[in-house]
């Protein structure tokens, strides 16, 4: 980790230097009108190497996947391979224009089509629409769907999405976004559905039910079956959220147990990589209920042509063009490499690694739920007295890891919530639960190694209060 | 298997830690007729393989590289310096994910300051936030920022003249909400009266769909007088010569990054910019990187004024953004800052000239007329016979003429949507204005 203090880009500028040189014009010029001539232009000059430079030493100052164990809980930090990005990179894909015209873009059409196909059947659903940008983009795009199906069954009044409270935030959100009302529902001691909170919450206002299994705690829900009966029995539609999918893909497709739709995340479980925030991919897909309503348009195959086709009943377009076309094309790579075999085999290496990481963790930390988990296991951070989860993740910094996903699900205290994934070694796991196990030894015998961590970074803990209430959000000079 | 590392002798260390018998034993809680079901996928293959089957379908298509390139409408043809995908695609920027934990995510947050500094420059804003999916979703959320504002006003104006897929997303994502969605023609400054108490926002998109570059002297007056919000949906490039939005008193800023760094990827990855004015920053949705110190006084930066969002605030966030697309947003952060000042404004200029030079000989054509009044890289030609037809022909010469306009809106048949940019050369435009002609015979 670089930890030499990197001036903003801002303070490298020198008038007069040029970074990229461009060439000359070539034809005769047209004088800009003065009334609309810009008079400044407040940008950096900085010559070419300053910028590879600045640039670069930026990127030293970041934990990666490709640089540490990342074991963010549901955020799925599996390694990202590099095939990926050579298949992304051919010319064909990279400077293709999305308004070409089906004639002129037959390649990337088909690539479309396949991905849709292996998706489907990955998930057990009849249709796929690959245009929502993320998570969050596809959840807002399914909740559409449940909505227009209601309307269009003659139940608009049904306004009310349930949701469990060990949920991510964007399921509310998106919600909200859809003009719904998000109503939660608790969990039951074992960490699933509370199914008498469920059927009291069940009447003639609900439109469906978002449910990610396995949950934020990592278990799977075992009356999925039974969730899906009751919502259906009562007029609603059982949302699924895929965050987790890297614990189903070949073990169980969502689809066969009453999902009506669902979203993936391909930089989660499809192996795209996350790049400090995004872009990601949350295609959606749906059954013979809502197939219909999917955001358009998608690729249909005629005889081996390939051309955009509207479902029948779109909720719309969610985005301009054809979605995060450059993401699909990596996850299609990796699914591709992986067959079928290879994908059951990613989900069970990823339970596997979970569960042997979850047995080692639990002799020195205490368990939500100490029993079988899925691909991630929620901890609780408090090994002694005063001892708090930020607390143990900025130490885990100090030796070399990421910080597990912390304060998260909101139902856990002090929750730490880890998902090794399929990609790291025994030996990674080894080391990192042998490293929890010094820091739960730290947190008794030095306690203010932990309350100071962390110590080896460019800079330590950072007032976020000070900063949110006088907030510098732009370089001014 | 592909990148598993747990060989046979692994995991059976690992099942006798756990204790128990078999990898399936982890899957009981799975409903028992439903686990480990067939999947119908093709066999798995190498990674030589799988290169050689994606290159020949990438191999289909017609890329801006093997064709005179004219056409935009939305994706743009700019060119993309060396260094910028050399340095995005490091490891640690590009497997790095949202930097919650912001003593290990320095780099990419400052990266992120950095682009809301000079993106909030480019507008005349004050506060660009860490971007959205797209220019289309930017420019919805405006619209749900500009109601959520004044919410008991549900009309919004937008122009007629707005790119249509941009239409599209506004009218999805607006359709719970209950909103009008009413078009204005005309000039902007003429149509901006439209705007009365039931309005909430009054949109331009500069320049606008068919490339036509709107006055927007007294809009914001006019449109502020009337109680509304003022969104301009720009160009970015056109900032390097032209007064920006903000010195024209808009309110929000949206935008389409891909001009800005990012290759055109069959219509994405894209990168959704938008801004706001101080006032409104505690509406604004997405992510934002802010200066903060630690105890020693170091300057450091991290994400802050989390409470606008769905992690903390649930529904009532003003938004349900979370992953954004953070490293198209890292490529304009690196374009901008090599292309610079100078950089910036020689891009804009030399889109300027060209596309005038083009206009000018294509407007002297017998039958063709430009229809556009003010532009800068992108106008609209009124073609003797259906465009449609033109593109045609010349993308048998290896000319990507435009966009026939027909394609969105059968009435504009003998209209085409020409965009020159700097990637264009002048053979390249004599070739397109003599094809043309050509063509029209």
């Known amino acids: ?477 | 298997m592909p990148f598993i590392p747990n060989t046979e002798a692994d995991r059976q260390a690992m099942l006798s830690e756990i204790g128990i018998g078999s990898v399936e034993a982890l899957f009981d809680d799975i409903p028992a007729g439903k686990r480990f079901p067939k999947l119908d996928l093709p066999k798995g293959i190498s990674e030589m393989e799988v290169l050689r089957e994606i290159g020949a379908m990438a191999a289909k298509n017609a890329t801006a590289s093997n064709f005179a390139w004219f056409l935009g409408a939305g994706a743009y043809n700019h060119y993309i310096p060396a260094l910028v995908p050399a340095l995005a695609s490091r490891g640690e920027f590009m497997t790095s994910y949202t930097p919650y934990q912001p003593e290990v995510s320095q780099g990419s947050l400052q990266a992120i300051f950095e682009y809301q500094s000079m993106a909030a420059e480019l507008f005349g804003m004050d506060v660009v936030n860490a971007s959205h999916y797209d220019g289309a979703t930017a420019l919805a959320e405006a619209v749900i920022l500009a109601w959520r504002s004044a919410p008991g006003r549900k009309r919004v104006l937008v122009p007629e003249a707005l790119h249509p897929e941009y239409k599209e997303v506004i009218r999805t994502y607006l359709k719970a909400f209950d909103l009008k969605v009413d078009e204005w023609t005309g000039s902007a400054s003429r149509a901006a009266s439209g705007v009365d108490a039931r309005t909430c926002a009054f949109v331009v998109q500069w320049p606008d769909f068919r490339g036509e570059l709107h006055d927007l002297a007294g809009v914001a007056d006019t449109v502020h007088a009337a109680g509304a919000l003022f969104l301009v949906h720009v160009d970015p490039i056109l900032t390097g010569i032209w007064k920006s939005p903000g010195s024209y008193g808009a309110d929000v800023v949206t935008a389409e990054g891909q001009s800005l760094g990012n290759a055109m990827n069959f219509g994405g990855p894209f990168l959704g910019m938008m801004g706001v004015t101080t006032k409104l920053v505690r509406k604004l949705p997405g992510r934002i990187a802010g200066e903060a110190k630690d105890h020693e006084g170091r300057r450091g930066f991290v994400l802050t004024l989390t409470a606008r969002e769905q992690h903390i605030r649930r529904e009532k966030a003003v938004s349900n953004i979370c992953s954004n697309q953070g490293l198209v947003m890292l490529q304009t952060c690196i374009y901008l800052a090599a292309m610079g000042r100078n950089g910036m404004r020689k891009v804009a200029e030399l889109c300027w000239h060209k596309a005038h030079y083009a206009a000018s000989l294509i407007g002297r054509l017998p039958g063709f007329q430009v229809a556009n009044g003010t532009f800068f890289k992108e106008f609209t030609v009124k073609t003797p016979v259906p465009a449609a037809g033109i593109v045609e022909k010349l993308e048998r010469l290896g000319i990507v003429p435009g966009l026939a306009l027909s394609r969105y809106e059968a009435k504009r048949d003998r209209e085409l949507l020409v965009c020159v940019t700097e990637m264009n050369t002048r053979e390249q435009i004599e070739l397109l204005a003599r094809s043309l002609q050509e063509a029209a015979k």
């Open chain 1, 1 to 477: 980790m670089n930890l030499i203090p990197e001036p903003l880009v801002y303070e490298l500028s020198s008038p007069g230097r040029v970074g990229v040189a461009m060439p000359d014009c070539d034809v005769p010029g047209t004088p800009i009108p003065a009334v609309f001539a810009r008079p400044e232009l407040k940008l950096p000059e900085i010559d070419e190497l300053t910028a590879v430079r600045h640039f670069t030493r930026l990127s030293q100052k970041n934990f990666s996947i490709d640089t540490q164990f990342y074991p963010l809980g549901s955020c799925t930090m599996k390694y990202n391979p590099k095939v990926n990005e050579a298949a992304a990179s051919f010319p064909g894909w990279l400077h293709t224009h999305p308004l070409v015209g089906d004639g002129y873009s037959q390649g990337a059409l088909e690539l479309m089509w396949k991905l849709q196909r292996v998706l489907a059947e990955i998930g057990g659903f009849q249709a796929v629409s690959l245009q929502p940008a993320a998570g969050a983009h596809g959840e807002l795009s399914g909740v559409f769907m449940i909505r227009a199906c209601q309307i269009a069954r003659g139940q608009s009044g049904r306004t009310r999405i349930l949701i469990p409270d060990s949920a991510h935030g964007t399921n509310p959100a998106s919600c909200a976004m859809a003009g719904m009302e998000a109503v939660t529902i608790p969990s039951a001691p074992d960490g699933g559905v509370d199914l008498d909170a469920l059927k009291a919450v069940l009447d003639d206002s609900v439109a469906g039910i978002m449910l990610t299994n396995p949950n934020t705690l990592g278990l799977f829900e075992r009356n999925i079956e039974k969730i899906a009966a009751m919502v259906h029995e009562a007029g609603g539609l059982v949302y699924g959220d895929g965050a987790n999918l890297n614990a189903l893909a070949g073990i169980l497709k969502p689809g066969s147990v009453g999902i009506d739709v669902m979203h993936y995340n391909l930089h989660k479980t499809f192996s795209t990589p996350h790049g400090g925030g995004g872009p990601g991919v949350g295609i959606v897909a749906a059954g013979s209920t809502l197939k219909d309503y999917l955001p358009g348009p998608i690729v249909a195959e005629k005889d081996g042509t390939y051309s955009f086709v509207r479902p029948s009943a779109s909720i719309g377009r969610m985005k301009l063009f054809n979605g995060n076309f450059g993401v699909l094309v990596r996850a299609y790579t990796y699914i591709r490499m992986l067959g079928a075999e290879g994908l059951r085999r990613m989900a069970e290496n990823a339970v596997l690694n979970a569960n042997y990481l979850r047995v080692l963790v639990e002799k020195t930390w205490k368990l939500k739920y100490p029993r079988i988990c899925m691909h991630e296991f929620v901890a609780m951070g408090d090994v002694a007295p005063g001892v708090r989860t930020l607390d143990v993740a900025k130490r885990l910094i100090d030796c070399g890891f990421h910080p597990p996903t912390i304060y998260f699900p909101l139902i856990v205290p002090e929750a730490l919530m880890i998902e090794p994934t399929e990609t790291e070694s025994k030996e990674t796991l080894d080391a990192f639960a042998a490293t929890l196990a010094t820091i739960a030894r730290e947190a008794v015998e030095h306690p203010e190694l932990l309350a100071q961590a962390p110590h080896v970074t460019p800079i330590g803990r950072l007032d976020e209060v000070a900063a949110a209430r006088c907030p510098v959000l732009c370089y001014r000079g």
